[in-house]
């Protein structure tokens, strides 16, 4: 009788403890995250500090075509100098060449709190009009109109929407479902990166009028 007694005390304290020791390995995980996207933001600040602008989305073949993720390119400010020698960079992401480097990205591209799924990146740019992201150049932080601290430059996404880290493929806007593919990364929400280099938490509550205007670089809600 004793000895079950015990037992029955010790799975009650186990049954209590599990959720607060989930919940702190999730906070840890959750602070790993931002500090990835703070990572993040400080290569691309350096990035900028380089070339007076942000890197493009991707690198562009003559024809148009984008071969190589924004991801790729700020490589050597992530103290990745010697993996970035190793792509091609005249080549697409999936060429027989560089996609044998997809499984060695980088843990900075990795969101801990998603299932581990190797060379899929959890870290995508907001691109299309009137995004940090448009077209085939990057933005110079002049061209914020909203001011760098109310404007994102990336988010990151659901553990179902990641991408192939070297792949040209990031996140856009669509009016119709603004937090399409966001808000599982953490329970409640998902981390931003803002053009300053700051990381907030977006709640899944978020007005989308607000959210809209985070995205645009004027602060413009009609993001189409």
Known sequence: ??????????????????????????AARRSQSVNNLKQIGLAMHNYHDVYKTFPPRANFDKSGKPLLSWRVHVLPYIEQQALYREFHLDEPWDS??????????????????APLRPGMAHYLA???KGLMFEGSKGRALAEIANGASNTIMALEVDPARAVPWTKPDDWQFNAAKPLAGLGKAHPGGFNALFADGSVRFISVTVDAKVFRAMLTITGDDATQ
């Open 96 to 113: 027989a060449h560089n996609k044998k480097l997809i499984p060695r990205m980088p843990a900075l591209y990795q969101n801990p709190s």
């Open 126 to 128: 907001v691109s299309g």
């Open 1 to 26: 009788g004793q000895g079950q007694t015990q037992i029955a005390v010790i799975g009650v304290l186990v049954a209590l403890l599990l959720p607060a020791v989930q919940a702190a390995r999730e």
